[in-house]
């Protein structure tokens, strides 16, 4: 064989196979390059939303609630939000409880977590502690003369409220 049959060829045929070697590495590259960010996606949320903490705030919340014989379930009305409101302890509780999710809301809504993952974790949780305590948080505002008072809440439970 000739070096000139073989530039003509054999050399373009090795250099194809070899492009399509390399936009194959480059291929399998970009597609383990997306699965990492997809999995960094899920465990920053996953990380952020600490399941064991909100048991703990919801323990001691039902334990002040049962104190003060509330109903630990079901939406609270606007008497006894006032009763919480009036101790100290309950009044911490309720309030610790909700600041967690207000702090996770406001997290979500700029968009520092995933809002789709977020929603999976967490849309009952939300929506439960923003309808559960409509009237507390009310009380809050209107104390405090403060409309801002568990706003990023609000507006998560209303927006995932209205996904549904």
């Known amino acids: 064989m000739s070096m000139a049959n073989f530039l003509q060829s054999i050399l373009p045929v090795a250099n194809f196979v070899v492009s399509l070697i390399a936009l194959w590495g480059v291929y399998l590259?970009?597609?383990?390059?997306?699965?990492?960010?997809?999995?960094?996606?899920?465990?920053?949320?996953?990380?952020f939303i600490d399941a064991e903490r909100v048991e703990k705030l919801l323990d001691k919340l039902d334990a002040e609630l049962t104190r003060l014989e509330l109903p630990t379930r079901g939406v609270?009305?606007?008497?006894?939000?006032?009763r919480i409101a009036n101790d100290p302890e309950a009044y911490k509780a309720v309030t610790r409880y909700l600041t967690y999710f207000?702090?996770?809301?406001?997290v979500i809504n700029i968009g520092a977590i995933d809002n789709d993952l977020a929603y999976q974790f967490m849309v009952c949780d939300v929506v439960n502690a923003q309808?559960?305590?409509s009237n507390f948080i009310s009380h809050k505002r209107a104390s405090n003369n403060d409309d801002e008072i568990m706003i990023e809440l609000d507006k998560l439970a209303h927006r995932w409220r209205q996904s549904k």
């Open 29 to 47: 590259a970009w597609k383990q390059i997306n699965q990492v960010n997809m999995w960094n996606r899920v465990k920053s949320a996953a990380d």
């Open 76 to 82: 609270l009305l606007a008497a006894d939000a006032e």
């Open 102 to 106: 207000e702090r996770l809301a406001a």
């Open 131 to 133: 309808e559960r305590f």
